[in-house]
């Protein structure tokens, strides 16, 4: 079993900085990727942020430029540092996994609890 563990978020002003952390525990797995979604009240979920195991980013457009995600490998853990923030970008954020435990086939999403950024004008 699997568990995504999501620290930070909080309430910030317009303009400023907030990271978030994720850290993967529990069993032996291999990692395909790791990132944050969010989702506002009334509106779909969407990316914010994505590495793979490659190396490559992926970042949504309503954020590129503001966000920078990174993973440590060896900790099992991702970082997601954002800057200039907007009111607009208030809403939950979910870690995100997609991962393969060990004796597993296949991959498996993994999803963290979430966590509020809210974001003062």
């Known amino acids: 079993q699997v568990h995504l563990v999501e620290s930070g978020g909080g309430l910030v002003q317009a303009g400023g900085s907030l990271g978030l952390s994720c850290a993967a525990s529990?069993?032996?797995?291999?990692?395909?990727?790791m990132g944050w979604y969010r989702q506002a009240p009334g509106k779909q979920r969407e990316l914010v942020a994505r590495?793979?195991?490659?190396?490559?980013?992926d970042y949504g457009d309503s954020v590129k430029g503001r966000v920078t995600i990174s993973v440590d490998s060896v900790e099992k853990t991702g970082y997601l540092l954002m800057n200039g923030l907007k009111p607009e970008d208030t809403a939950v954020y979910y870690c995100?996994?997609?991962?393969?435990?060990?004796?597993?086939?296949?991959?498996?999403?993994?999803w963290g609890q979430g966590t509020q950024v809210t974001v003062s004008s």
């Open positions: 529990g069993s032996a797995f291999r990692l395909g990727a």
């Open positions: 590495a793979t195991g490659l190396g490559t980013t």
């Open positions: 995100y996994a997609f991962l393969t435990p060990v004796g597993a086939e296949t991959p498996s999403d993994y």
